[in-house]
């Protein structure tokens, strides 16, 4: 039987102001590192409050989160916050877990606005058409890229937008060790946000 897993994505602007403010209540019962009937309702520190629901409610637990064990590994089978990371930008993702494996759809969201994702073969690995999140995103910095997997390795055009422009992209050639970017390319610097746009 399958499960869902949340994970929110974080970047490096969070501090300890913004941890120290954000509290997750855990509707669900924890079964030997097992959470299954699970809702989460997330409070940023604005006070605003999302609710994934996926099953109904059982016991309820508010847990503080720490700057040390903010991230929560609920593995094995189940819903988890595998990775837990949070951001301004309350970037979440959505998805299929089975057999300590993730599956099937995943999809990325803010704030219940679905914003991208993709389907994983029954190993996990990304396959067909994407939109990823980049790395760094967060509100000053929504980066999308948009493009196709074949086995996990990036293959053909990929374009990158920033706030539903594009703003740069180029090609991926699918090669023996992994993925290769081939021809004309404009690349986004690491340091890349609203207010630096190189």
């Known amino acids: 039987m399958g499960y869902k897993f949340l994970q929110i994505k974080q970047t490096s602007k969070l501090n300890i102001l913004q941890i120290r403010k954000l509290y997750i209540l855990l509707m669900g019962r924890f079964q030997e590192w097992k959470i299954t009937n699970q809702s989460q309702l997330f409070r940023d520190r604005y006070n605003k409050k999302f609710r994934i629901s996926q099953a109904s409610l059982m016991d309820r637990e508010l847990w503080r989160v720490k700057q040390e064990s903010w991230s929560m590994e609920c ?12 951001d ?3 970037a979440y993702e959505i998805g299929d877990y089975n057999k300590r494996q993730r599956r099937g759809k995943l999809a990325y969201f803010i704030q219940d606005i679905e914003i991208g994702g993709g389907q994983q073969n029954d190993f996990g690995k990304k396959i067909g058409k994407w939109v990823d999140l980049s790395d760094t995103f967060w509100k000053e910095n929504q980066v999308l890229y948009f493009g196709e997997y074949n086995n996990r390795i990036k293959v053909g055009a990929w374009n990158i937008l920033s706030d539903v422009q594009q703003i740069e992209g ?5 090669f023996e060790k992994g993925e290769k970017k081939i021809g004309k390319w404009i690349d986004l610097s690491e340091f890349f946000d609203q207010q630096v746009l190189i």
Do not use: H, N, V
């Open 88 to 90: 301004e930008a309350q």
């Open 75 to 86: 593995l094995k089978e189940g819903i988890t916050s595998k990775g837990c990371r949070f």
């Open 170 to 174: 180029g090609s991926y050639e699918d």
